[in-house]
């Protein structure tokens, strides 16, 4: 088995966004701010801007389905740079081991609103290593759909078998592999590395 292409998810390997980093300081409970992420501005809502939606017209639409946390959900976009808290110093250790090898192709496959990306491009300079970046809010399609990755291999003119997907989405991973890549899943950054380490023949 060749391998020519490493693939990263970012969010989750590379960088840590989390909505609770801006709502925990919203809501008094912590029960106010979980019932108001699970119920309200939820992670279903959030992939419409993934998939292309703007800001604008998702807030309107939730605002006028749940007025009583008008407040609450326009601070959604202002606050959106809050909730991205940084880099995850190990996924950058492994794109860093990967980019410096010289051994294969990098590129990126995340869910993304197509409005918010180029904050992340100009806060964090190790994105420019990669060699290409498909996002999903420009694409208007997200993983897991099948649709992503069949544009992520014509896009790039990939062989998938010779692609390894790194995700720390269990059904994207699983999507992936239906798609013909080699998925790793990175729940646990050190797990990755062993993995990596034995399909990458890098030490990591």
């Known amino acids: 088995m060749k391998i020519t292409t490493v693939i990263f998810d970012f969010g989750g390997v590379l960088l840590d966004w989390d909505r609770k980093y801006y709502y925990k300081d919203v809501f008094k409970t912590e029960d106010e701010m ?7 501005c939820t992670t279903q809502w959030n992939s419409q801007m993934d998939k292309g939606f703007t800001f604008d017209e998702c807030i309107l639409k939730l605002c006028k389905e749940h007025p009583e946390f008008e407040k609450e959900i326009k ?23 990967i980019y410096d090898s010289k051994k294969f192709r990098l590129l990126g496959l ?3 609103s197509y409005e918010t990306f180029p904050y992340a491009k100009e806060h964090y300079k190790f994105l420019e290593k990669f060699e290409g970046i498909l996002v999903s809010g420009e694409e208007k399609m997200i993983k897991p759909d099948a649709e992503i990755f069949e544009r992520m291999i014509e896009k790039f003119n990939l062989n998938a078998s010779e692609c390894v997907f790194i995700d720390d989405n269990k059904d994207n991973i699983e999507a992936s592999i239906k798609a013909g890549f080699i998925g790793v899943l990175c729940k646990d950054h050190n797990e990755a590395k062993k993995e990596l380490t034995k399909l ?3 030490d990591f």
Do not use: P, Q, R, S
């Open 34 to 40: 979980n019932f108001f992420l699970d119920n309200i």
């Open 75 to 97: 601070a959604y976009k202002d606050n959106w740079h809050v909730m991205l808290k940084g880099a995850i110093d190990d996924g950058v250790d492994i794109l860093n081991k």
């Open 110 to 112: 995340t869910n993304w």
């Open 200 to 202: 990458l023949e890098l």
